[in-house]
């Protein structure tokens, strides 16, 4: 029984930090909106700063994004070769080297065997 009562405090102490954090926040914004209103100009070159920055920054994010998923694309290429007796892709353990996926290939060509079996002949396919 105390526990509940307990824990009816706490949750009560919580709403009013709740409730004090957000008049302080208000408060803030009502501080920065005066500001605002009194200091037209100093106002309009800070915001003119800020969206530059966010600009490049911008800019910059998008060049790492494209560049990351161009790698990650590029690499799930090399570690993935085409089945073509269960038309499906096999993963690899790593990257094949071009020399790698030749020989498989003539491999299969040459006795008829799955990719998979060759992959798992020389310890490559992934589990």
Do not use: C
């Amino acid at each position: 029984m105390e526990d509940r009562k307990e824990s009816k405090m706490n949750i009560q102490e919580m709403k009013d930090r709740v409730k004090d954090g957000s008049k302080k926040f208000a408060a803030k914004v009502k501080d920065v909106l005066h500001w605002v209103m009194e200091n037209p100009e100093k106002a309009a070159a800070v915001a003119g700063a800020g969206a530059a920055l966010f600009g490049g920054a911008n800019k910059v994010i998008r060049n790492v994004n494209r560049n990351v998923t161009q790698r990650q694309a590029e690499r799930e290429k090399r570690t993935r070769i085409y089945d073509h007796s269960l038309n499906a892709y096999i993963y690899t353990k790593k990257p094949l080297t071009s020399e790698q996926i030749e020989f498989i290939h003539k491999e299969r060509r040459r006795t008829g065997k799955k990719v998979s079996e060759i992959l798992a002949e020389m310890n490559l396919l992934r589990r």
